[in-house]
């Protein structure tokens, strides 16, 4: 059973810098960030792997990419989500997601943090 603990939403305005984080209490293959808006449907924000104790690949939601940097350490099952140039739009819970095992799947959940970015 691994835990995830999200922390560091909260309001902001437009243009402004958030960084969230997320602590795993056992190991992760796989680690992601996603979002849901109110009324929308949960969406894809970003997610890094780990192979070999480094990093293997990671990828971006278009929405994000070149505002949003996610960046892990893998051996504190430590994820962050540095997010930059926030937008209103931007504005969701945001939900940590772990891969525990071998199934590419996510298995794990966060319990969300509010990001809310004021115009």
């Known amino acids: 059973q691994v835990q995830l603990v999200e922390s560091g939403g909260g309001l902001v305005q437009t243009g402004g810098s958030l960084r969230l984080s997320c602590a795993a209490s056992g190991r992760i293959f796989k680690m992601g960030w996603f979002r849901q808006a109110p009324g929308k449907e949960r969406e894809f924000v970003a997610h890094?792997?780990?192979?070999?104790?480094?990093?293997?690949?990671?990828g971006y939601a278009d929405s994000v990419k070149g505002r949003f940097t996610i960046t892990g350490d893998n051996a504190e099952h430590t994820v962050y989500l540095q997010m930059n140039s926030l937008k209103p739009e931007d504005t969701a819970v945001y939900y940590c997601a772990a891969q525990s095992g071998t199934i590419d799947e996510y298995d794990y959940w966060g319990q969300g943090t509010q990001v809310t970015v004021s115009s």
């Open positions: 890094i792997r780990w192979g070999s104790g480094s990093v293997y690949y990671l």
